[in-house]
């Protein structure tokens, strides 16, 4: 996993080197960057052809926004079965849905599951939304718990809701908000706040909220 801090700091260092007319390279695999979209292509298809776990789960992730769901599905599935636990978060989605494959709410959660265990923030606070929504407020707090603690800001909120209808007590509130503040701290760095201000990571997930921050495995929602 690449920090978005370390992902900017090399961008800025391939700018340098293209200044320098230096032929610019990955500052962590030292390989030569594509020239151009079709030279990109054939890397990204040499990396398919051996299977790497993150190129999979880009390319599903290209698919997803050309909404060829079968594809993202396809390459998804071969990036989860890799460890890669983004991809275990699109499979989540997209079994939510029934897009790409057969709706299947089980299999939704599963794949939400693995996410979560393998410390995925986003996949632990939709669970605590699903079990939310289904009434189990005492197992949405530990899920919102476990992400706040994480550094997640979505899951302080859920928190600060529940502490207000009774569901999270002072105590345990408490405890979230001080662990949240340690972990938010623990990741902040020059590279990190300057990426903050110059990338765009938005669109690096399905949005899985809708407007008023619900979350359903209702296959009416889209992306």
């Known amino acids: 996993m690449i920090c978005n801090g370390c992902l900017h700091a090399s961008r800025l260092q391939i700018a340098e080197q ?6 610019p390279k990955c500052p962590f695999c030292r390989t030569p ?23 999979n789960r880009e390319f599903a992730m290209r ?5 060829n769901f079968s594809d993202a599905f396809k390459y998804a599935t071969k990036a989860a079965k890799g460890g890669d ?23 939704g959660i599963h794949h939400l599951e693995e996410a ?3 410390g995925h923030p986003k996949a632990r606070c939709y669970l605590g939304l699903f079990e939310q929504e289904r009434g189990n407020h005492k197992r949405a707090v530990k899920h919102f718990i476990i992400a ?24 345990d509130f408490a405890a979230a908000l001080r662990a949240h503040k340690t972990a938010v701290d623990a990741t902040k760095s020059p590279q990190r706040e300057a990426a903050k201000r ?11 909220l809708d407007s008023t921050g619900h979350y359903s495995f209702s296959r009416q929602k889209t992306l």
């Open 18 to 23: 293209s200044l320098d007319k230096i032929c």
């Open 116 to 118: 979560a265990i393998g």
């Open 198 to 208: 110059n990338l765009d990571v938005s669109n690096v997930l399905p949005v899985m």
């Open 63 to 67: 698919c997803l926004g050309e909404t």
């Open 85 to 107: 636990m983004q991809a275990h978060l699109v499979l989540g989605h997209l079994y939510r849905e029934g897009k790409g494959v057969g709706a299947d709410v089980k299999k």
């Open 148 to 171: 706040a603690n994480q550094g997640l800001d979505f899951a302080v909120e859920q928190l600060r809701e529940g502490y207000k209808q009774g569901h999270v007590s002072k105590d």
């Open 33 to 55: 960057y594509p020239k151009d979209d079709t030279d990109a292509d054939r890397m990204m298809k040499k990396r398919i052809a051996a299977n790497d776990p993150f190129t």
